[in-house]
C-alpha cells in the first residue's frame, strides 16, 4: 500500500472513530436495534442510501444534493471532497447498473449508522469508467429530526 494510500485510509478511519465516539451518547460496544422506516419497515439509512445511488442514476441532483450534509466529506481514489464539489457529481456520472452485496449496517447509537458494502457499478464519471467492484462506508447522522449522509468513502476492491 502506498504512503498516499495508508494516509488516506488511516485518515477515513479516524473520522468514522471521531465522528461516532463525538456523536455517541451511549457505548458501542451496546447491541443498537435496527432503525426501521415507520411505513415500510426497511431500514432507514439502507433506503436513503440507495435513494442516493437512484438520484444519481437519474441525474436528479435535487434529491441527491438533499441527502447530503452540509460538512459532507468524501474520499475516494481522486482525493477528498466536499458537499460543494459532490453535488455536481449527478450532471458528471453515468450511472447504467449496481449491485450491493455484504451489507452490514453498525449502528453507533439511535442516531449516528455506518453501512459499509460492496458495489459493484457499470458508471462513468465524465467519460472515464468508475472502479468496480468498490468496498464503500457510508456514515448517516440523524440531525434535527432528518439522516443526512456526513461521509463517504469509496476504495477499490482487489479480486482475490
Not at 465516539?21 to 439502507?46: A, N, R
Request: net charge neutral; charged share 20%; glycine share 4%.
Amino acid at each position: 500500500m502506498s504512503r498516499q494510500r495508508l494516509c488516506q485510509f488511516g485518515c477515513s478511519l479516524f473520522v468514522i472513530a471521531c465522528l461516532a465516539w463525538g456523536q455517541s451518547s451511549t457505548p458501542c460496544q451496546q447491541p443498537q436495534p435496527t432503525v426501521l422506516d415507520k411505513t415500510s419497515g426497511d431500514e432507514v439509512t439502507v433506503r436513503l442510501e440507495r435513494q442516493g445511488w437512484e438520484a444519481l442514476k437519474a441525474k436528479d441532483t435535487t434529491t441527491y444534493e438533499r441527502l447530503l450534509a452540509e460538512d459532507f466529506v468524501s474520499v475516494g481514489s481522486d482525493g477528498i471532497t466536499t458537499k460543494s464539489e459532490e453535488k455536481n457529481l449527478p450532471a458528471q456520472i453515468t450511472l447504467d447498473d449496481y449491485k450491493w452485496e455484504h451489507m452490514r449496517v453498525v449502528h453507533f447509537n439511535p442516531d449516528v449508522t455506518l453501512l459499509v458494502y460492496k458495489a459493484t457499478q457499470k458508471a462513468t464519471v465524465s467519460g472515464q469508467s468508475v472502479p468496480t467492484p468498490t468496498w464503500i462506508s457510508s456514515l448517516w447522522i440523524k440531525r434535527n429530526g432528518s439522516w443526512q449522509n456526513t461521509f463517504y468513502q469509496e476504495t477499490k476492491a482487489e479480486l482475490k
